[in-house]
């Protein structure tokens, strides 16, 4: 079977092409430090058989730090501390990669009393706060950063990086234009919008060397008005590809549509927790709009990866909506990609891919009902509280 067959990205062998794509952890030390509950989750998933697993975002410097909880690549204090998860991943036969991002304006605002770094001055209507426009200075400040942050991966003993490039966060709000408003060297046009993402891709690089893969997230769509579209997004990711990218995974949205991100459920209740009358208002509509207009089906961005794929030379990596082998088999053997990757289901049924190759399993049981989204959102453990109503369990 084509997802049960080895593949290389770069030069990284992989069991087979099913990969575990990103999702925030909540569980590192207030310093950014990996626990013993993130070593069992990354074990759990290694044992389950993904031959590649995506760690949660990690920011790059603590002015990029979303979550009081969210690992950090900051400090060179990671390296020592993520290299036995590392070696217990590889034990099992899968492979692991760190993936590094700057919060920017979708941080939450009040930490440390550090500012909100953004490419322009415009408000974040979920935590209702005002970023400020970066300076040239603190923008190649920040490229440095990922550099140095890919680099510690690299000495942990990570097999690759990825570069989060993707829903809203800093990097993704330079490629918007609904975000970037810029006239300078980093904005104006589609070339300028999108240095951001190449020089922070070049300093990996420089960093991490060539034979060290280097992956991307990158939205296809926004699906916001004046956001990114595959006009610009695509000629992007095959410049990326012959800057020497390894390989692409597409998604799309920003924070304030998280369900054009995690199709499915609206987690109204869970994220209207402990907020005011005309907030959970403000929310429930929201999310019933975002949910209207993005609706749930399997493998909801294939027709993007279908329309980009002829073009692209490197491996792409489809997200959103894998739930079956079969139609997982298919995205493959349709040639609209060539990885398949899974969140929500890989947090509930870590051996999800095993079950899949041994035949015991056909469909995942995740009914993304969101409730993971939630609860992350509101500082909770990641873990699925699909069967918890909207309690933590
Ligand atoms: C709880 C949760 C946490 C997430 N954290 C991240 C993250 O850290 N980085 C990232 O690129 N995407 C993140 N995502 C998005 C997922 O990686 C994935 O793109 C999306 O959920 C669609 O895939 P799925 O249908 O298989 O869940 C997260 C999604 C969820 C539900």
Redesign the pocket.
């Known amino acids: 079977m084509e997802l049960f067959e080895k593949v290389k990205v770069g030069g990284l062998s992989l069991a087979n092409r099913l990969v575990k794509?990103?999702?925030?952890e909540n569980t590192a030390t207030p310093d950014g430090l990996p626990t013993r509950q993130t070593a069992r989750f990354y074990e759990r998933l290694a044992r389950g058989e993904s031959g590649l697993i995506i760690t949660?975002?990690a920011y790059v410097h603590s002015s990029g730090r979303s979550y009081p909880l969210q690992h950090g690549a900051d400090s060179d204090a990671m390296i020592e501390c993520w290299g036995p998860i590392v070696d217990a991943v590889h034990e099992h036969g899968s492979r692991i990669a760190l993936?590094i991002v700057h919060g920017g304006r979708q941080c939450r605002p009040g930490r440390d009393g550090q500012a909100l770094l953004a490419p322009s001055r415009l408000p974040n209507l979920v935590y209702f706060s005002l970023p400020r426009k970066m300076t040239s200075g603190e923008i190649t400040k920040t490229i440095q950063d990922f550099g140095a942050a890919a680099g510690r991966a690299r000495e942990a003993g990570f097999d690759a990086v990825q570069i989060?490039a993707?829903?809203g966060y800093l990097i993704s709000g330079f490629l918007s234009p609904l975000t970037n408003r810029r006239k300078d060297e980093w904005g104006g046009d589609p070339e300028r919008r999108s240095r951001f993402l190449t020089e922070v891709f070049r300093t990996v690089r420089s960093t991490v060397g060539d034979g060290f893969p280097v992956l991307a997230?990158m939205n296809i769509h926004d699906f916001v008005p004046f956001g990114l579209t595959p006009v610009c997004s695509f000629p992007l990711a095959r410049r990326l590809a012959r800057l020497g990218l390894d390989a692409l995974e597409i998604?799309g949205g920003l924070m304030e549509n998280p369900l054009a991100?995690?199709?499915g459920d609206a987690p109204t209740a869970i994220i209207n927790r402990g907020r005011r009358l005309h907030i959970r208002a403000y929310f429930s509509s929201c999310l019933a709009f975002t949910r209207f207009f993005q609706p749930f089906r399997e493998n909801y961005f294939q027709d993007y990866a279908a329309r980009l794929k002829p073009d692209l030379p490197i491996p792409l990596i489809l997200?959103?909506?894998?739930r079956s082998v079969h139609r997982a088999e298919q995205a493959l053997l349709s040639g609209a990609a060539d990885l398949v990757?899974?969140?929500?289901?890989l947090?509930r049924e870590p051996d999800l891919p095993k079950k899949w190759r041994e035949g015991t399993a056909e469909r995942a049981s995740c009914t993304?009902c969101?409730r993971?989204?939630g609860e992350?959102e509101q500082g909770s453990r990641?873990a699925c509280y699909q069967e918890t109503g909207n309690r933590r369990p």
Do not use: D, E, F
């Open positions: 794509s990103a999702t925030l949660g975002y993936q989060h993707a829903h997230k998604s991100m995690s199709r997200v959103g909506g894998v990757s899974l969140a929500r289901p947090v993304s969101n993971c989204l992350i990641l």
